[in-house]
């Protein structure tokens, strides 16, 4: 790593563990941080109850949020670089899309089966399932057609192509649906960070270092796939092995995050851009640890608004992702004047 990247990534490092702490101590109950530490290393706190809502609820909700947010932003940066695209985002591929019609499937589609199935099939795991299943089978068909294209962009293009599919499936289903039905997809359709346990959670952690893994084994593939395929290939990277690592490492990450956290918009395609305009370089080495660490912290701070703070009301995370991250986005753009990639 640069001599000059090394204080940028220890400032922001400081920064994610203060922005976490202070995520475990706000709520609808305010946990001075005393407390929160003291719980965390299992010390008495002053409130029993505090020690239950730290370990049992704030703090996977807080792994989860950094889970999700360097996720999605690493699968934006691949996806935003495979396709040499700044539009490019984790679901390009119709994963999300994936995801959402599985659950709509279980959702909207479990009446079909009628009493003791129809109430197994809406089990939280199941829905978990089912938005995997869902991601799977996209990913699957977009592997089987990129197999025989040769043109990246044609990937983007079928990518989009299943995403409307997928789309147009979930609508039919909808229009045939009840209303409490139709509620229930859409309070899924907002995101939500606080309903893992520790056993999910280690479920995620497990196929979420998976695509991390595969992650950094693309990262020369990466950054010679900015100047162009002819030019990879005279280095002699394999561009199909490439792009299939990549995809395989974007599915992973944003398929799980989708299926364990519902679809989660925008953190994907902008955390990419932020952290490319604070740190001024396309070398992947410096922007995959970068986006890691923005990601988790903009999640972070987008989950602590959420949840509003002494109140007892949560917000849709995906509403709070948009209005906090486009802004700054916008504003870090117009100040540069132009876009790095």
């Known amino acids: 790593m640069q001599k000059n990247y090394k204080f940028s990534f220890l400032i922001l490092t400081v920064l994610l563990i203060v922005i976490f702490f202070a995520n475990i101590s706000l709520g609808s109950v305010a946990i001075p941080f005393k407390d929160v530490f003291n719980s965390l290393i299992g010390v008495t706190t002053s409130n029993e109850s505090w ?31 495979l396709f040499r695209n700044p539009l490019a985002g984790p679901f390009v591929l119709g ?20 009493g003791f199935f129809a109430t197994l099939l809406l089990t939280k795991w199941s829905l978990v399932i089912a938005a995997s299943l869902g991601s799977f089978l996209v990913l699957l068909a977009v592997m089987m057609v990129s197999a025989k294209v040769r043109d990246t962009m044609a990937i983007l293009i079928i990518g989009l192509m299943f995403g409307s599919i997928t789309a147009a499936v979930v609508s039919v289903l909808s229009y045939f649906s009840s209303a409490e039905q139709l509620q229930q997809y859409i309070f899924w359709g907002f995101g939500s960070l606080g309903n893992l346990s520790w056993n ?29 395929e002819n030019y990879a290939k005279s280095l002699g990277v394999n561009i199909k092995k490439s792009r ?20 989660i918009a925008f953190i994907g395609l902008a955390i990419p851009h932020i952290t490319r305009q604070v740190f001024n370089t396309s070398n992947h080495k410096i922007l995959l640890p970068a986006v890691f660490i923005f990601g988790a912290i903009i999640m972070l701070i987008c989950d602590s608004i959420a949840q509003i703070p002494t109140s007892d009301y949560t917000l849709p995370i995906n509403a709070i992702t948009s209005l906090i991250g486009a802004p700054i986005v916008i504003w870090l753009l117009v100040r540069k004047r132009k876009m790095i990639f």
């Open 200 to 228: 999910e959670l280690l479920i995620f952690v497990f196929i979420y270092c998976i695509g991390i893994l595969f992650s950094v084994a693309s990262i020369k593939a990466l950054n010679t796939l900015l100047l162009g």
């Open 51 to 81: 020690q239950y809502i730290v370990i049992d609820y704030r703090l996977p909700k807080a792994f989860t949020a950094v889970l999700v947010g360097s996720g999605l932003g690493i699968s934006g940066l691949l996806m935003q670089t």
């Open 244 to 263: 299939f690592v990549i995809i395989i490492a974007t599915s992973l990450l944003a398929g799980t995050i989708t299926a364990f956290a519902g679809p």
């Open 95 to 114: 994963i999300s899309s994936g995801a959402s019609l599985g659950v709509a499937l279980v959702i909207m589609g479990a009446s079909i089966f009628g």
